[in-house]
C-alpha cells in the first residue's frame, strides 16, 4: 500500500512532463483507492471469530408459498456470492417446500473470513414484488430469516455433554439413488442442555442429510452444534461488553434488516446502513460487497 500511494502521488509530475497519461493517473488512482478501502475493511475483521468460515440458516417466514419461494432465492443468492469470492459452499440440510422453494436450508462457506464477512446477514429479510402465485398478480410483502455461526475447527474447544444429547435417525429425501430412500441415514440431533453461567436451558434442534453415511452426518451435526454454541457465547460476552459500556444494544431476531423491492420500483435498501442498490438483479445474483463493506465499516470497529 505504501508503494502504491507512494507511485500516486509521484504520478501527477509525471503527467506534466508527458513521461505518463492522465488515463495511467485515473487507472492508477482507481487501483489504489480499491486496495486502501478493501484493507480497512480487513481491518474491521479482527475477532478472533471472523478468520472462521460460516454456518448460514435460511428459514422461509410469514407469507406461504410466496416466503418459501423467497427463501430459495435467498439460498441462490448467498450460493452465488460464496462462489463468486471463492469460498466452497455446501448444503448440510435442507427441507423443500410442499410445491415450490424451501422451508429451510443449513449452508457452509468454508474458507477465511466467511463469518466474518457474512454476519452482516443475520436478521430477517423482507421482499416485495409483484407475486407469480397470487392469480390477481397482487403485490405481496413477504420474509424470511437469515442467521449465521461461526464454523468452529478443532482449534476451538467446545464442551459438550454427551447426556445432553439425544439421536434419531430417518429416511433421506432427494435425489442420491435407492439406498437414500432405504436407508436411515439422517440425523437429529436434539441438544437439551443449561447455560453455566446461568442455568437457564439451551436447546437446539439439527438435522443433517448431506451425506450418504450416518456416521459422517452424525459428525457433521456435532460440529453445527459446537458452531451454534460458540456464537451464543460470543453474543453472550458482547451483550456484557455492552452492558459494561454503558450503551447496550438490543439484540432483535425479528428485526427487519434489509428490504428488497421490485414493485413499484426496483431498490434494495440496507436499513441498519442506509446503503441501497437499484440493481435488484445483480444483488440476488450474489453482489452483496457493497452491503457487506458498508456493514463492516460501519459496526465492524464497534464489535
Excluded: C
Amino acid at each position: 500500500m505504501e508503494s502504491l500511494v507512494d507511485d500516486l502521488q509521484l504520478m501527477p509530475d509525471f503527467v506534466r512532463e508527458g513521461l505518463s497519461s492522465e488515463e495511467e493517473l485515473e487507472k492508477h488512482y482507481r487501483i489504489a483507492l480499491e486496495k486502501v478501502e478493501n484493507l480497512e475493511m480487513r481491518n474491521m475483521l479482527r475477532g478472533d471469530e471472523d478468520r472462521l468460515g460460516a454456518i448460514m440458516d435460511i428459514n422461509s417466514g410469514a407469507g406461504g408459498t410466496e416466503s418459501l419461494d423467497w427463501a430459495s432465492m435467498l439460498l441462490r443468492m448467498y450460493t452465488r456470492w460464496g462462489e463468486e469470492n471463492g469460498y466452497k459452499v455446501k448444503v448440510l440440510d435442507i427441507h423443500d417446500g410442499d410445491e415450490v422453494g424451501i422451508k429451510s436450508a443449513t449452508l457452509e462457506f468454508e474458507g477465511e473470513y466467511g463469518y466474518g464477512y457474512l454476519k452482516s446477514e443475520n436478521g430477517i429479510h423482507r421482499l416485495v414484488r409483484l407475486s407469480p402465485f397470487n392469480a390477481n398478480n397482487k403485490r405481496q410483502t413477504t420474509f424470511a430469516s437469515v442467521f449465521v455461526s461461526p464454523a468452529v475447527d478443532d482449534t476451538i474447544e467446545i464442551t459438550i455433554n454427551p447426556a445432553d444429547i439425544q439421536w434419531d435417525t430417518y429416511r433421506s429425501s432427494g435425489a442420491g439413488g435407492q439406498n437414500v430412500n432405504k436407508v436411515e441415514t439422517g440425523v437429529r440431533l436434539r441438544y437439551s442442555g443449561k447455560d453455566p453461567d446461568t442455568g437457564e436451558p439451551v436447546e437446539f434442534l439439527i438435522e443433517n442429510t448431506e451425506t450418504r453415511s450416518q456416521l459422517m452426518n452424525r459428525e457433521n451435526a456435532l460440529r453445527i452444534l459446537k458452531s451454534k454454541l460458540y456464537q451464543r457465547e460470543l453474543e453472550k460476552r458482547r451483550v456484557l461488553q455492552n452492558q459494561l459500556e454503558g450503551q447496550k444494544k438490543k439484540i432483535e431476531w425479528g428485526s427487519q434488516i434489509r428490504s428488497y423491492t421490485l414493485h413499484p420500483y426496483k431498490l434494495v435498501k440496507d436499513h441498519r446502513t442506509g446503503f441501497e442498490s437499484s440493481d435488484t438483479a445483480a444483488v440476488l445474483d450474489g453482489d452483496l460487497d457493497g452491503f457487506i463493506k458498508s456493514y463492516l465499516m460501519e459496526f465492524g470497529a464497534e464489535e
